[in-house]
């Protein structure tokens, strides 16, 4: 498989697909239309709310949906500047979940501090990737333990696995973009999806399977076939959905056992050796440092033993490694690109690598956690790029779970069954809240600890640290409240180290321009064909 065939591979490939399934969607929604006009379930309601990207003209109802297709990014600016900034929610109509009620910052905090009980944030993910098809295994996504080791193992143990997540970086670049010294092109987003997800394998099986090409094809297929999956079967009404559902479905699981067929005896193994050291402390096997083997662990407390089966362990590997890596792998895209199409008078290249190889002398050549976590010039470059070129437009789908609704503190009533997000990339582009919102700042989020003087930005928002992995309701692609991304620590390393090579490694020719994001749906994605001209340097 080529690995152009994967993650803006996956939103391109959902792109693609959509694009020929045109007709049918207008059909299958004009009959819709012709049904139900815009009713919907808590139609009374969302109908009392001011709606985005809604005209009074005929057909109304599949004009508005197909707006929301391509025009998202101008919809939900324009509903954040008329509502958003004077209190007020709004509707935006997601093609992948439906209506939803967007809020304004104000009321961010309220919602997303609630317990589950008010307001869940499972069930609306459920839906958004129609889980129940595209992981289709039911008790991989009702019992999720397989995030403890997200929570708690990975983010206790990266000092452990900072060298490791180094090492595999380098021969990745080394392997995808390769070690010549004249230049030459490369495709920045399917080649770091590609570096993304054979890193993230790496922590998770370790280095055999992680470098296996065949076992990453279908790692990143299966991924694509969730996110693709779920808006598809979504594009399609409800009475079809089990069909496609199931059509849908089927492809994914084909990539899932392809991945799984060179995973299950690498985890027959591992479950042999760990029985035989429980059974005997003596033995002289010792458990490796590594996500499988933590994973393995976490079966054994739920004292279920169909939780221990190999098949079972490697469906729940595949699940963290799509979580894991098609956000980091654009994220890094994007911060690459807005680095590169910085002007150079800027002097953000010489003043990013002038930190780096200070880091790196000053740890003898090797990268440790400490080490990471002193580049703060490239801490804030990442982050500005995660504010600027967020690839998500709203954030937080949560739907309103509590029987009766919940009532805000500011009186604001929300029934049962409601989704509610929020407009993170107008968020991050309002001009109240950061100076020159549309200006990529790579040093924005410095603080005075760096020697420079802190900027207004983080002076008006009264934040503590400048670090990546801080979450607010001024910066939201973390997530906020009580379910913030819990693999961001990881994340934001990983990011850092990926920066780190990259820069110090390869030349890579100035953008003239930044080239723009492709918007489809709800996310702003870099061009999948875009090329960098590269050339190694070290």
Not at 33 to 59: C, D, H, I, T
Not at 63 to 68: E, F, N, Q, V
Not at 374 to 396: K, P
Request: charged share 20%.
């Amino acid at each position: 498989m080529n690995p152009s065939a994967s993650i803006a591979g996956s939103i391109s490939e959902l792109q693609n697909s959509c694009i020929a399934a045109l007709p049918v969607v207008l059909l299958c929604l004009f009959s819709l239309y012709m049904l139900r006009s815009r009713k919907v379930g808590n139609s009374s309601f969302l109908n009392s709310q001011p709606w985005a990207g809604w005209k009074e003209e005929r057909l109304s109802y599949v004009k508005g949906r197909l707006r929301s297709v391509y025009e998202a990014q101008s919809i939900l600016a324009e509903g954040y500047s008329k509502f958003s900034k004077l209190g007020k929610a709004f509707v935006f109509w997601s093609i992948p979940s439906g209506p939803v009620l967007i809020l304004p910052r104000s009321q961010l905090k309220d919602v997303l501090h609630r317990p589950d009980g008010e307001v869940d944030g499972n069930e609306a993910l459920n839906t958004v990737v129609q889980i129940e098809y595209t992981v289709s295994e039911k008790e991989i996504y009702t019992d999720k333990f397989h995030f403890n080791i997200v929570r708690k193992q990975l983010t206790r143990n990266l000092g452990n696995v900072t060298p490791i997540v180094a090492e595999e970086i380098d021969l990745a670049l080394k392997d995808y973009w390769g070690i010549q010294s004249e230049w030459h092109q490369v495709e920045i987003v399917p080649l770091m999806l590609r570096i993304v997800a054979r890193v993230t394998s790496r922590i998770f099986y370790g280095p055999e399977l992680c470098r296996n090409e065949k076992f990453l094809d279908h790692v990143i297929a299966y991924s694509g076939s969730i996110v693709n999956g779920g808006a598809l079967i979504q594009l399609s009404p409800g009475i079809l959905q089990p069909l496609t559902g199931r059509l849908i479905g089927y492809i994914g699981k084909k990539h899932m056992n392809k991945a799984r067929s060179f995973s299950i005896p690498f985890i027959e193994t591992r479950l042999r050796q760990t029985q035989k050291k429980l059974a005997d402390p003596s033995d002289a096997w010792e458990p490796p440092t590594d996500g499988l083997q933590w994973l393995i662990d976490e079966c054994y407390k739920t004292g279920q033993p169909d939780n221990l089966t190999a098949p079972s362990i490697a469906h729940r590997l595949l699940i963290l490694n799509m979580m894991a890596v098609d956000s980091t792998a654009l994220t890094t895209s994007n911060a690459l690109l807005d680095i590169y199409s910085t002007p150079s008078d800027v002097g953000v290249l010489p003043s990013l690598r002038e930190e780096l190889s200070r880091a790196l002398a000053s740890s003898n050549g090797v990268w440790t956690k400490d080490t990471v976590d002193s580049l703060v010039r490239t801490d804030s470059a990442i982050r500005e790029s995660m504010r600027y070129s967020c690839f998500g437009l709203i954030n937080f789908a949560r739907r309103v779970a509590a029987p009766g609704g919940v009532t805000l503190e500011d009186g604001t009533y929300i029934p049962n069954g409601v989704k509610v997000a929020a407009a993170m990339d107008a968020i991050h582009h309002d001009e109240a809240l950061y100076s020159k919102p549309n200006v990529f700042d790579a040093f924005r989020f410095l603080s005075a600890s760096e020697g420079q003087k802190q900027s207004r930005d983080l002076r008006e928002q009264g934040e503590q640290t400048t670090s990546s992995t801080t979450v607010s309701n001024t910066f939201l692609t973390f997530g906020y409240g009580r379910h913030a991304c819990p693999g961001r620590f990881f994340a934001t390393q990983e990011m850092k180290l990926i920066v780190a090579h990259t820069l110090l490694k390869y030349e890579i020719e100035p953008l003239k321009q930044r080239p723009q994001n492709k918007i489809f749906l709800e996310f702003s994605i870099p061009d999948d064909g875009l090329r960098l001209n590269v050339r190694r340097i070290d």
